[in-house]
């Protein structure tokens, strides 16, 4: 099992950037992806961005080129940096896991709030 926690968010005004970290512990060794996801009030989850353990990175279109997502294997952190912030990305962020050898995102973060005002 992995246990996630997510930090970093916060308030920010449109335009600007906010970090946001993953922190991983437990069978880590078993993961071979991790992922961004947020979800908005009122709306379906989104899958943001997606890191395999050999570095190959995804975006949405809606964020592409404003964000971008990293690893750091000895600190077991993944990031999401998100620049030129927009009130439409104000949305609960959560950090989620691909087990290897599985095809879903199955363990999960409490989530961390972002907030974009204009």
């Known amino acids: 099992q992995v246990q996630l926690v997510e930090s970093g968010g916060g308030s920010v005004q449109a335009g600007g950037s906010l970090k946001l970290s993953c922190a991983a512990s437990?069978?880590?060794?078993?993961?071979?992806?991790m992922g961004w996801y947020r979800q908005a009030p009122g709306k379906e989850r989104e899958l943001v961005s997606t890191?395999?353990?050999?570095?190959?990175?995804t975006y949405a279109d809606s964020v592409k080129g404003r964000f971008t997502i990293s690893q750091d294997n000895v600190k077991r952190t993944r990031y999401l940096q998100m620049n030129s912030l927009k009130t439409d990305d104000t949305a609960v962020y959560y950090c989620?896991?691909?087990?290897?050898?599985?095809?879903?995102?199955?363990?999960w973060g409490q989530g961390t709030q972002v907030t974009v005002s204009s």
């Open positions: 890191i395999t353990a050999d570095g190959s990175t």
């Open positions: 437990g069978s880590i060794l078993g993961t071979c992806a």
């Open positions: 989620a896991a691909r087990l290897c050898g599985t095809q879903e995102f199955s363990e």
